[in-house]
């Protein structure tokens, strides 16, 4: 599956940002998927995922409460709606896929993943 991120943009702290990631060549409906970030100096590091189902959820704890994760399968997209906004969230973020026969995994680390989009960069000023 190829896909592709947009919606990354500058924002200020405390700020709300939506992005997108479409999905085409492949079997969306069938992978799970998950957001990724890598900051300025810094190594990638993940951010949220769901189930292909979109039945379950997972986040890194320096995210929890401020980003949500949906998808619609229909429109072959995920998103990342990114809440509360802090300057340390600056980072380019990627999405990934991971096909998966399972409704209920949810992945969490980057070798797990087959396919990634190409970035889009998000900047949170103070």
């Known amino acids: 599956v190829q896909l592709q991120a947009y919606g990354g943009g500058l924002v200020q702290a405390g700020g709300s940002l939506r992005l997108s990631c479409a999905a085409s060549?492949?079997?969306?409906?069938?992978?799970?998927m998950g957001w990724f970030r890598q900051a300025p100096g810094k190594g990638r590091e993940f951010v949220a995922a769901?189930?292909?189902?979109?039945?379950?959820?997972f986040y890194a704890d320096s995210v929890k409460g401020r980003y949500t994760i949906p998808r619609d399968n229909a429109k072959n997209t995920v998103y990342l709606q990114m809440n509360i906004l802090k300057p340390e969230d600056t980072a380019v973020y990627y999405c990934?896929?991971?096909?998966?026969?399972?409704?209920?995994?949810?992945?969490?680390?980057?070798?797990?993943?087959?396919?990634w989009g190409q970035g889009t960069l998000v900047t949170v000023s103070s």
């Open positions: 990934a896929a991971r096909r998966t026969l399972s409704s209920s995994m949810v992945y969490a680390t980057e070798r797990e993943y087959d396919s």
């Open positions: 060549g492949g079997t969306f409906s069938r992978s799970a």
């Open positions: 769901i189930t292909w189902s979109g039945s379950s959820t």
